[in-house]
């Protein structure tokens, strides 16, 4: 009988599993055109994405496309927004689906409704602009979705993307024990929640406006172990996607981040093919965008918007190849 047990238990596991795979959004068929508001962006499929946008006095001289971070939401470019306006640059943000005022916020959405919705809020957009140039900004998780978008083929009107510390920590960069736990986390309990809180990671040196985002209840502060998972399987997928990324890319890391490791996101600079140009920044941390040095951050996208080939203003470039052990993060983990 006792060798009979752990088969038993075995059982039990597997019966567990299949009754609790992880949750991602059930999307419509993407029927209708895309289409945008003043304060929203309609999908193919009829959602209703919030979006922001601030906007230069008469025709601007460039659009961007911003896409926020993982439990994040389009909140995250209003600082850069305006700076960017008063150049002549329009930015456009919406809430990517699963995150800030988004029916369902919460639950992982899926990576194949994330990159359509790029999609989509590039099609919707460049019709409001066509002939302005158009470029994508993609910030944390956000970078891992304009990769993983273009890796399936180029899209109309995109003159080139800004990388801003690229999510990549995907399932090849996590240990074994880590890749097993959260799988196995996700299969069994893939509605329990966990929060950053006792970890000692920081991900600004904006203490303020850190705590600003705290009181914001559209943050999420709390999340499911599924939408980690999703997030892991997203990130791993927009590894695979660099090598077709047919478009100009700035990438821009964090010396002091303490979340994506230096070594993805340098590996990944160095396989982007084209023109690629990588910057690390001696003083920033993760949330590059709005680090007590984010207007370093910003004049350098503008730069390399109004010229992709001169010198940028921080003079923070690194040039690639670069080797691993020049990592500014070295010994971080």
């Given at each position: 009988?006792?060798?009979?047990?752990?088969?038993?238990?075995?059982?039990?596991?597997?019966?567990?599993i299949?009754?609790?795979a992880?949750?991602?959004?059930?999307?419509?068929?993407?029927?209708?055109?895309?289409?945008?508001?003043?304060?929203?962006l309609?999908?193919?499929?009829?959602?209703?994405?919030?979006?922001?946008?601030?906007?230069?006095e008469?025709?601007?001289?460039?659009?961007?496309?911003?896409?926020?971070?993982?439990?994040?939401?389009?909140?995250?470019?209003?600082?850069?927004?305006?700076?960017?306006?008063?150049?002549?640059?329009?930015?456009?943000?919406?809430?990517?689906?699963?995150?800030?005022d988004?029916?369902?916020?919460?639950?992982?959405?899926?990576?194949?409704?994330?990159?359509?919705?790029?999609?989509?809020?590039?099609?919707?957009?460049?019709?409001?602009?066509?002939?302005?140039?158009?470029?994508?900004?993609?910030?944390?998780?956000?970078?891992?979705?304009?990769?993983?978008?273009?890796?399936?083929?180029?899209?109309?009107?995109?003159?080139?993307?800004?990388?801003?510390?690229?999510?990549?920590?995907?399932?090849?960069?996590?240990?074994?024990f880590?890749?097993?736990?959260?799988?196995?986390?996700?299969?069994?309990?893939?509605?329990?929640?966990?929060?950053?809180?006792?970890?000692?990671?920081?991900?600004?040196?904006?203490?303020?406006?850190?705590?600003?985002?705290?009181?914001?209840?559209l943050?999420?502060?709390?999340?499911?172990?599924?939408?980690v998972?999703?997030?892991?399987?997203?990130?791993?997928?927009?590894?695979?996607?660099?090598?077709?990324?047919?478009?100009?890319?700035?990438?821009?890391?964090g010396?002091?981040?303490?979340?994506?490791?230096?070594?993805?996101?340098?590996?990944?600079?160095?396989?982007?093919?084209?023109?690629s140009?990588?910057?690390?920044?001696?003083?920033?941390?993760?949330?590059?965008?709005?680090?007590r040095?984010?207007?370093?951050?910003?004049?350098?996208?503008?730069?390399?918007?109004a010229?992709?080939?001169?010198?940028?203003?921080?003079?923070?470039?690194?040039?690639?190849?670069?080797?691993?052990?020049?990592?500014?993060?070295?010994?971080?983990?």
């Open positions: 009988m006792r060798c009979l047990r752990p088969a038993v238990l075995l059982g039990l596991v597997l019966l567990g299949g009754g609790c992880p949750m991602v959004q059930e999307i419509g068929p993407r029927a209708d055109q895309p289409a945008y508001a003043e304060a929203t309609r999908t193919g499929d009829g959602a209703v994405l919030p979006l922001q946008r601030w906007l230069p008469g025709e601007p001289e460039a659009v961007l496309i911003g896409l926020h971070g993982f439990n994040m939401y389009s909140r995250i470019f209003e600082l850069a927004g305006p700076w960017w306006a008063e150049r002549g640059i329009a930015t456009y943000a919406y809430d990517q689906r699963g995150f800030g988004t029916p369902q916020a919460g639950i992982w959405p899926g990576t194949a409704a994330l990159t359509d919705d790029l999609r989509d809020a590039v099609q919707a957009i460049g019709a409001r602009h066509p002939d302005v140039p158009l470029y994508l900004v993609g910030e944390s998780m956000g970078a891992a979705v304009i990769l993983r978008a273009l890796g399936d083929g180029p899209m109309p009107g995109v003159e080139g993307v800004v990388l801003v510390a690229p999510a990549l920590r995907g399932w090849r960069v996590l240990n074994p880590y890749q097993g736990s959260l799988w196995l986390a996700a299969h069994l309990l893939p509605g329990n929640r966990a929060s950053g809180r006792g970890l000692g990671i920081q991900a600004s040196d904006n203490i303020t406006y850190l705590r600003d985002l705290g009181r914001d209840p943050i999420i502060k709390e999340t499911r172990i599924d939408a998972y999703g997030l892991v399987g997203l990130m791993d997928t927009a590894i695979d996607a660099t090598p077709a990324v047919n478009a100009p890319s700035l990438v821009l890391y010396a002091k981040d303490e979340l994506i490791p230096f070594e993805p996101v340098q590996e990944v600079a160095a396989a982007l093919p084209g023109d140009r990588f910057v690390v920044y001696p003083d920033g941390w993760h949330m590059l965008l709005i680090d040095q984010a207007k370093t951050v910003w004049a350098d996208i503008a730069a390399w918007i010229d992709p080939d001169g010198l940028l203003p921080s003079g923070a470039e690194m040039k690639m190849p670069a080797t691993a052990e020049s990592s500014p993060a070295a010994g971080q983990e």
